[in-house]
Nanobody
Framework: VQLVESGGGSVQAGGSLRLSCVAS????????MGWFRQAPGKAREGVAT???????SYAASVKGRFTISQGNNKRTIYLQMNDVKPEDTAMYYC??????????????????????WGQGTQVTVS
């Protein structure tokens, strides 16, 4: 299983950024895909997740500013980041859950249930 993120970069506070993640290397449907982030010196945290039916869930810190969506083939997900803040600065990781049946909400706090992770894409907000 392989996940490749793209779209990270540097942006000024109040600006926007769109992250993409393409998953490959598996044949059956996933349960949940999601975005997580890790800032320097902090634990990795859930940002946004989406289940196979397109139902999203968001961390409180990004709700109303970030939007997660999935492509038609359900192997691509996006994270539209609007009104970004310096505290959004982090490495952003994409992950896919292929084996554990859970809701998008549950997935936000159950990182260990995810099957595979991408290498990450850096987002820096100044």
């Amino acid at each position: 299983v392989q996940l490749v993120e793209s779209g990270g970069g540097s942006v000024q506070a109040g600006g926007s950024l769109r992250l993409s993640c393409v998953a490959s290397g598996y044949t059956h449907s996933s349960y949940v895909m999601g975005w997580f982030r890790q800032a320097p010196g902090k634990a990795r945290e859930g940002v946004a997740t989406i289940d196979a039916d397109g139902r999203p869930s968001y961390a409180a810190s990004v709700k109303g500013r970030f939007t997660i969506s999935q492509g038609n083939n359900k192997r691509t997900i996006y994270l539209q980041m609007n009104d970004v803040k310096p505290e959004d600065t982090a490495m952003y990781y994409c992950a896919v859950d292929l084996w554990v049946s859970m809701t998008a909400l549950q997935a936000l706090t159950h990182q260990n249930a995810f099957t595979a992770w991408g290498q990450g894409t850096q987002v820096t907000v100044s």
